[in-house]
């Protein structure tokens, strides 16, 4: 089975601007988690889907937002980028069972840096 | 509030040696899951091992062991006979399986192992 992708893997952006990334969930999965890791906060959880609807949210503020699609395919959305919005962003797949989150399998992950 | 602690920033010994990574959680919840991952310099976070709070049972795989200890919240990781190979960043995590379902990771420890 194919892992977890994500594109693009690389992006510069300057601030002011808006970025869209994407995962593409391992075959099977329907749960899509993304998080965020910067050296200052460590991994943090941003949202999490599941059947294209957002079942859980981190404390982010309004400029992330994302989807899921029917195909469980996700994209994450960053409005008005800042500075500080430079890091690396992970997804991360999982089944579903008995309402459920199982393991997390991550993609590897797209490295964003705003100047 | 969730919270996994991993005290060691730094980890570095010389292959062969065995090394034990340590990291202590707090919640309230009586039912979790614990996890360890490995981050290499590519950025992926790979899933090692997961526990089950119900299970305190300890394991061995392969080179990897970890020892559960409920009574005092602690999820210790070692690696035997370490490999130039395991040099990467490894985190700790838990995860809810009531309310808000996601990873609270900890703050990782650099792992350098040595030729």
């Known amino acids: 089975k194919a892992g977890v992708t994500q594109t693009p893997r690389y992006l510069i952006k300057t601030r002011g601007q808006q970025v869209t990334l994407s995962c593409s969930p391992i075959?099977?999965?329907?749960?899509v988690s993304w998080y965020q890791q910067t050296p200052g906060q460590g991994l943090q959880f941003l949202f999490e889907?599941?059947?294209?609807?957002?079942?859980n949210k981190g404390n982010f503020p309004g400029r992330f937002s994302g989807r899921q699609f029917s195909n469980s395919r996700s994209e994450m959305n960053v409005s008005t980028l800042e500075l500080g919005d430079s890091a690396l962003y992970l997804c991360?797949?999982?089944?579903?069972?008995?309402?459920?989150?199982?393991?997390?399998?991550f993609g590897p992950g797209t490295r964003l840096l705003v100047l | 509030a969730q919270k996994v602690t991993q005290a060691q920033t730094e980890i570095s010994v010389v292959e062969k040696e065995d090394v034990t990574l340590d990291c202590v959680y707090e919640?309230?919840?009586?039912?979790?899951?614990l996890f360890w991952y490995k981050q290499p310099p590519s950025g992926e976070l790979v899933f090692l091992i997961r526990?089950?709070?119900?299970?305190?049972q300890n394991e061995i795989s392969g080179r990897y062991s970890w020892n559960f200890q409920k009574s005092t919240s602690s999820f210790n990781f070692t690696i035997t006979a370490s490999q130039v190979v395991d040099s990467a960043v490894y985190f700790c995590?838990?995860?809810?399986?009531?309310?808000?379902?996601?990873?609270?990771f900890g703050q990782g420890t650099r792992l350098t192992i040595n030729p």
């Open positions: 991360a797949s999982s089944l579903i069972l008995a309402g459920n989150q199982e393991t997390q399998y």
């Open positions: 075959s099977g999965h329907r749960s």
């Open positions: 889907y599941f059947s294209e609807t957002q079942r």
């Open positions: 919640t309230r919840d009586t039912t979790y899951y």
């Open positions: 526990r089950n709070s119900f299970d305190e």
């Open positions: 995590a838990l995860y809810r399986i009531q309310g808000a379902q996601k990873l609270v």
